[in-house]
C-alpha cells in the first residue's frame, strides 16, 4: 500500500504523462515541446523535469502503454481463439495488429513512428524503463516466432528459411499494412474501391500462401 504522499506523487506523474500523451497524439513526437506538455499538464516544467528527464522518458512511459495494450490484444486471442493451424494463428494476429492500428491509432503512430537506437541505450531514459519497453516490445515478435516454429515442426510451414527470418519479414509486412489502413484508407476506398480492412486481409492471404507448406 502506498501512502498518501506517494499516491499523490504517482497521481501527478500519471497526470503529467496523460497531458503528454494528448499532446504527442495531437502534434506528433517531434513536433512537441515540453513547453507545451506543461500548458497542458498545468504543471510547470521544473515541476515535470523532477519527475521526467527528458521528453524522450515520457514518450517511452506512453509507448510502454501501447506495447501492454498490444500484447495483452495478442494474449487474449491466442488463449481463447489459438488454433492447431499455426497459418490461421498468424492470420489473426495480424488481424489484431489492425484492429489495434484503427481502435489505437494514437499508441500505434507512437510506436511506430518514434526513431530510436533500439540497441544503445538512451541517456536520456531511465534504464528500468527503457529495459521495459523494449521488452513489451519485442514480446510480439516473439510470440510470431514461437508461432511460426510450431508452424514449421507441424509441416504447415514451409523450412526453406530461419524461423526468425520468416517472422520479421511477417511482422514487417504487417506493420506496413497496419500502417496503411490509417493513412490511406480514404485513398485505396477512393480509387480502387478497397478499404484497408479488405487490402490486409488480402495481403496476409498472399503472403501466408507463400510460407505455406
Known amino acids: ?15 503529467i504523462i496523460d497531458a503528454a500523451e494528448r499532446v504527442f497524439f495531437d502534434k506528433g513526437f517531434y513536433n512537441a515541446t515540453m513547453d507545451d506538455v506543461s500548458k497542458e499538464a498545468e504543471f510547470t516544467k521544473k515541476t515535470i523535469y523532477s519527475y521526467f528527464k527528458s521528453k524522450e522518458e515520457i514518450y517511452y512511459e506512453i509507448m510502454l502503454r501501447g506495447y501492454r495494450i498490444l500484447n495483452a490484444m495478442n494474449d487474449k486471442l491466442l488463449k481463447e481463439n489459438s488454433n492447431d493451424n499455426e497459418i490461421e494463428n498468424i492470420r489473426k494476429m495480424g488481424e489484431v495488429y489492425l484492429e489495434f492500428s484503427i481502435k489505437y491509432e494514437g499508441y500505434f503512430k507512437a510506436i511506430l513512428e518514434y526513431k530510436n537506437d533500439e540497441i544503445s541505450k538512451n541517456e536520456s531514459v531511465n534504464l528500468e524503463l527503457f529495459n521495459e ?18 508452424g514449421i515442426s507441424k509441416k504447415q510451414i514451409i523450412n526453406d528459411y530461419e524461423p526468425v527470418d520468416i517472422s520479421l519479414t511477417l511482422w514487417s509486412c504487417i506493420l506496413g499494412f497496419s500502417s496503411m ?30 510460407i505455406r507448406r
Open 133 to 150: 519497453c523494449y521488452k513489451q516490445g519485442e514480446y510480439s515478435i516473439s510470440l510470431l516466432k514461437e508461432i511460426v516454429e510450431r
Open 1 to 15: 500500500m502506498l501512502n498518501r504522499k506517494a499516491m499523490e506523487k504517482l497521481n501527478r506523474k500519471m497526470s
Open 181 to 210: 489502413a490509417i493513412n490511406k484508407n480514404e485513398y485505396t476506398k477512393k480509387f480502387y474501391n478497397r478499404s484497408s480492412e479488405e487490402i490486409l486481409r488480402n495481403a496476409l492471404d498472399i503472403i501466408l500462401r507463400s
